[in-house]
T-cell receptor, first 112, second 112 residues
Framework: DPKIIQKPKYLVAVTGSEKILICEQYLGHNAMYWYRQSAKKPLEFMFSYSYQKLMDNQTASSRFQPQSSKKNHLDLQITALKPDDSATYFC???????????FGHGTKLSVL | AQSVTQPDARVTVSEGASLQLRCKYSYSGTPYLFWYVQYPRQGLQLLLKYYSGDPVVQGVNGFEAEFIKSNSSFHLRKASVHWSDSAVYFCAVRGGSAKLIFGEGTKLTVSS
């Protein structure tokens, strides 16, 4: 029974379109994160949120916008999609910002 | 800058054999070190972590790792591998912030 739910599991998009990746955690955690895993690259940190506030942003492009409507939600909006955005996007959470991370199963995004 | 190097992209061992997966990190302060495992089509799961104290840390499923500060290493070991250990293993370091820096991963194949 997954405690971090990412939707959808698979997503195919056309270049130039916009998509939202959903993440909900039911662990009662206060910090949430997005990581990206591209082919042949290490997992890359993208964003961290604590109590719904942005703590760290390592994503150069403003096309990537996290959205936190509730404490246990951290969605990721991606606009003007490019083929290079194709990757698996992992959501994670932790009780506090210095605690161990729990990861979701990821959303695999393919941009054609 | 923080970084993690996992020099072996792929490792194959026979079932029942011992295992060592190598990890070297670069961090100027006292690092927090982690090993995560990723099974196919799943998110990352924490195997073990090192914050301080005994440099040999025990994890789940018989895994352990040793922090050697003089060598900037945090190698993962297991005395006897099982076929179910086949997965991708990631070493990670965390400095002052909550951001984890991951290595490129080592794909472990356990042959019968």
């Amino acid at each position: 029974d997954p405690k971090i739910i990412q939707k959808p599991k698979y997503l195919v998009a056309v270049t130039g379109s916009e998509k939202i990746l959903i993440c909900e955690q039911y662990l009662g955690h206060n910090a949430m994160y997005w990581y990206r895993q591209s082919a042949k690259k290490p997992l890359e940190f993208m964003f961290s949120y604590s109590y719904q506030k942005l703590m760290d942003n390592q994503t150069a492009s403003s096309r990537f916008q996290p959205q936190s409507s509730k404490k246990n939600h951290l969605d990721l909006q991606i606009t003007a999609l490019k083929p290079d955005d194709s990757a698996t996007y992992f959501c994670a959470s932790s009780l506090a910002s210095n605690e161990r991370l729990f990861f979701g199963h990821g959303t695999k995004l393919s941009v054609l | 800058a923080q970084s993690v190097t996992q020099p072996d992209a792929r490792v194959t061992v026979s079932e029942g054999a011992s295992l060592q997966l190598r990890c070297k990190y670069s961090y100027s302060g006292t690092p927090y070190l982690f090993w995560y495992v990723q099974y196919p089509r799943q998110g990352l799961q924490l195997l073990l972590k090192y914050y301080s104290g005994d440099p040999v840390v025990q994890g789940v499923n018989g895994f352990e790792a040793e922090f050697i500060k003089s060598n900037s290493s945090f190698h993962l070991r297991k005395a006897s591998v099982h076929w179910s250990d086949s997965a991708v293993y990631f070493c990670a370091v965390r400095g002052g912030s909550a951001k984890l820096i991951f290595g490129e991963g080592t794909k472990l194949t356990v042959s019968s």
